[in-house]
């Protein structure tokens, strides 16, 4: 109801594991994905709880978002948090800590930073981090991004540097087109 009201139309797509990793479940998926985009449509995707199990288990939702961005062959993923992006330290417990803005690779460093559980999802930036690599594995840029700050995702799309992009190139080209919200 709330999307009519603005006059957007929505689709609910449910996968799991087996739908990105059985080739022809996949394909079916991708090829669901871009005729709902061709027909203006707002996919609203989930992982399918009722039927996964642990061995098809996606997992969290910024590893979904990273397959779907990959799926569709996105240019942009947008994951929003509670905090601006990846920091140097704990924001919330380190009043040191400064927020990194881009990212060209990760290591063994860089997840080290990312430490344990946090607060959103079941992963926090541990989860964050694993979906840009999936990202930057497939050529498709991601930023995470404060999503109590709404004004971020038009900064994001007028090209500005908020928060954490990671990017395979030293200079960043954010694409309107193609971004995915998770």
């Given at each position: 109801k709330l999307f009519?009201?603005?006059?957007?139309?929505?689709?609910?797509?449910?996968?799991t594991g087996a739908d990105v990793e059985h080739p022809a479940r996949h394909d079916n998926f991708r090829n669901t994905m871009n005729r709902l985009l061709a027909l203006g449509a707002l996919p609203i995707i989930n992982e399918n709880?009722?039927?996964a199990t642990e061995e098809?288990?996606?997992?969290?939702?910024?590893?979904l978002a990273a397959i779907v961005a990959q799926s569709v062959e996105a240019e942009l993923l947008v994951l929003l948090s509670d905090i601006d992006?990846?920091?140097?330290?704990?924001?919330?417990?380190?009043?040191?800590?400064?927020?990194?803005?881009?990212?060209?690779?990760i290591d063994e460093e860089l997840l080290a930073l990312a430490g344990g559980s946090g607060s959103?999802?079941?992963?926090g930036m541990v989860t964050k981090l694993h979906a840009a690599q999936i990202c930057l594995s497939c050529g498709c840029d991601m930023v995470i991004t404060n999503g109590n700050k709404p004004s971020n995702l038009y900064a994001i799309i007028d090209g500005e540097n908020i928060g954490t992009t990671f990017s395979r190139s030293t200079v960043v080209i954010?694409?309107?087109?193609?971004?995915?919200?998770?």
């Open positions: 009519s009201e603005y006059n957007h139309t929505v689709a609910q797509l449910l996968i709880d009722t039927v098809i288990v996606i997992g969290d939702n910024d590893t992006g990846l920091y140097t330290a704990d924001p919330h417990t380190d009043p040191n800590a400064k927020l990194i803005s881009t990212v060209n690779r959103l999802g079941t992963g954010l694409f309107f087109g193609s971004f995915l919200i998770a």
